[in-house]
């Protein structure tokens, strides 16, 4: 195993953002993220093919062009993992650089279809913060949305992430001071 330096651990903080630590979300703020990404017919025929996805709505062209009015309109439907795993790229920047784990995902819904050539945006809401077990991190929920081009919302999910706090030295609540915030509007 690939063991760092005592220094490096010292030198980390360089490395990430200094604006999205615990302490810097706020329950009922909405971050835009400011990237999008377009996802090429390339990267939606290999991914849907490296994940063994055999839903041939994702590869099949000839099946989606005799039936266009259940195929939507003849056109090939991106693999929902994968507008799932752009989007939550798009917002990692700004919401999980100083992650420590990804706890859960849930409440998702793909709300439209994303086709090749379709340009993904990503939202993040802050639903709740709480503390953790551990003393150096908390957990924040988030409601992530992905847009598309034409501002339709296409992907909607809930995640729950373990977000470092700044140094203990620098925060003195860092070991449990945060009580648990919820959204007023009972998200």
């Given at each position: 195993m690939l063991e760092r330096p005592p220094e490096a651990?010292?030198?980390?903080?360089?490395?990430?953002?200094?604006?999205?630590y615990f302490e810097d979300f706020v329950?009922?703020?909405?971050?835009?993220h400011p990237r999008g990404r377009t996802l090429s017919e390339a990267e939606h025929m290999m991914l849907t093919n490296m994940v063994l996805n055999t839903a041939q709505l994702h590869f099949n062209q000839a099946m989606c062009e005799e039936s266009p009015d259940a195929y939507f309109a003849g056109r090939r439907v991106v693999y929902g993992g994968l507008v799932l795993a752009f989007v939550a790229g798009l917002a990692s920047e700004e919401?999980?650089?100083?992650?420590?784990?990804?706890?859960?995902?849930?409440?998702?819904?793909?709300?439209?279809?994303?086709?090749a050539g379709d340009t993904l945006f990503a939202e993040s809401t802050v639903l709740q913060k709480r503390d953790s077990d551990l003393p150096d991190a908390?957990?924040?929920r988030f409601r992530l949305i992905g847009k598309n081009q034409r501002g339709e919302t296409v992907l909607e999910i809930d995640r729950e992430v373990l977000i470092k706090r700044r140094q203990r030295s620098a925060h003195p609540d860092a070991g449990g001071g945060e009580q648990e915030q919820e959204d007023q509007r009972g998200e």
């Open positions: 651990s010292k030198t980390d903080a360089h490395l990430t953002r200094g604006d999205n329950v009922g703020d909405t971050l835009v919401t999980t650089e100083n992650a420590l784990a990804e706890l859960s995902m849930d409440n998702g819904r793909h709300l439209s279809p994303v086709f908390g957990v924040v």
